[in-house]
């Protein structure tokens, strides 16, 4: 039985692949620091291997075993890899390349690297730069999370040889539920204020493109780069995205879902500029040489995610675990706290105590 480890597998997206791939008969060995608890793998939390630890200090028996690495690990978006730009740096960019070089020494052969279509982002306003971007586009990333993720694909893709098979997913916004929920990804993010404030909230206009998969396509197309002829995947580059939307549209489309499940709400746009993004992508290369062909469209992930809200209870909206960077922050202020009071319940010893 081969061994898939999944660094950062208790996450929005590690949890949810861990899942496809026990249902497929792989074994599943999970590294994280479990930032947001275990709760991601709550209901497979007995059948898969997990390792409690920093990705940029990996236990040095990690990879006995193993047949392939899916790091999925690191910060996830541009306000977290802003509000610690050091931090970002040594998970997406040096944590990666060192997980890669011990799997090349453990013999590990096949190492999945989870990359971002925000590396193509253009801004608003460029409308002569606004054009479908494939992965031999030229690109020049700016932004802490987005630079950090090309710097590790460029030391990845220079480890690539014949006894080593590195592989980079550019993924698009995702959408669509999770144990480890998120709510502040767009799709996700419309579906909240609908459940919550009773509107959508449309910044910008919608006059960004962004493009966007759900949560479920996005783990088959990790499973197509695990099991592909490694001379097919080899050192490539794979964008991963059902299609490109206008977020107006995306709106619309939530709307419409909404509807059907006898929810109506009105949007509300507003045009203030707000550090927006936006960029399209071509996804013609992962449709050609893996066959990916995505399954989940916004009004179907929508409906999941009303439901399965409800069902496992995840309305307390305003809660920071559903926000990478507030409870990130919040994280850091519990431990500013108990550094100084130490044990939350029991008594500390009086000399150790601040004076």
């Known amino acids: 039985m081969s061994k898939i480890l999944l660094v950062g597998g208790a996450g929005y997206v590690g949890s949810v692949l861990a899942e496809e791939l026990l249902e497929r ?12 608890g275990d709760g991601g793998l709550q209901e497979i939390l007995d059948r898969v291997e997990l390792v409690v630890a920093d990705m940029r200090r990996p236990p040095s028996n990690l ?28 998970m997406n960019t040096m944590a990666t390349r060192t997980l890669a070089e011990m799997c090349r020494a453990a013999g590990v052969r096949r190492y999945i690297f989870a990359s971002s279509c925000s590396i193509y982002d253009r801004g608003v306003g460029n409308d002569d730069k606004d054009q479908i971007q494939d992965e031999k586009t030229p690109v020049a990333p700016r932004a802490a999370y987005s630079s950090s993720k090309r710097a590790a694909e460029k030391a990845l893709l220079e480890m690539a040889d014949d006894s080593f098979c590195p592989v980079i997913l550019r993924k698009g916004t995702i959408y669509g539920f999770s144990h480890r ?16 404030h009773g509107y959508l909230n449309l910044h910008y206009g919608g006059e960004m493109w962004r493009p966007l998969v759900d949560v479920r396509d996005v783990a088959r197309a990790y499973i197509l780069a695990i099991e ?17 939307y206008r977020i107006s549209e995306l709106a619309l489309r939530v709307r419409d879902a909404l509807r059907q499940a006898n929810i109506n ?18 996804t013609q290369k992962i449709e050609q040489v893996l066959g990916f ?12 995610m009303i439901e399965k809200i409800k069902r496992y209870d995840y309305t307390d909206f305003d809660h920071p675990k559903y926000y990478n960077i507030r409870w990130m922050r919040m994280l850091e202020e519990a431990q500013r706290i108990i550094s100084i009071t130490g044990s939350v319940f029991e008594a500390p010893c009086q000399e150790t105590l601040p004076q």
Do not use: C, H, W
Not at 25 to 34: I, P, S, T, W
Not at 70 to 87: H, I, K, Q
Not at 293 to 304: A, F, Y
């Open 293 to 304: 062909r995505p399954k989940v469209d916004i009004e179907e992930s929508v409906t999941d």
């Open 265 to 282: 709400v009105e949007i509300r746009a507003n045009y203030g500029y707000k550090g927006i993004r936006s960029y399209r992508v071509s």
């Open 25 to 36: 008969g792989y074994a599943v060995k999970v590294l994280d620091r479990l930032y947001f």
């Open 63 to 90: 990879f006995e075993d193993v047949d392939t690495v899916v790091n999925l690990g690191g910060l996830s978006n541009d306000p977290t890899a802003e509000y610690n730009p050091r931090a970002n740096y040594e």
């Open 228 to 244: 592909a002829d490694p001379q097919m995947v080899k050192g490539e580059i794979f964008n991963v995205s059902r299609r490109n």
């Open 181 to 196: 929920m998120r709510y502040d990804l767009v799709v996700n993010t419309f579906v909240k204020f609908a459940l919550s």
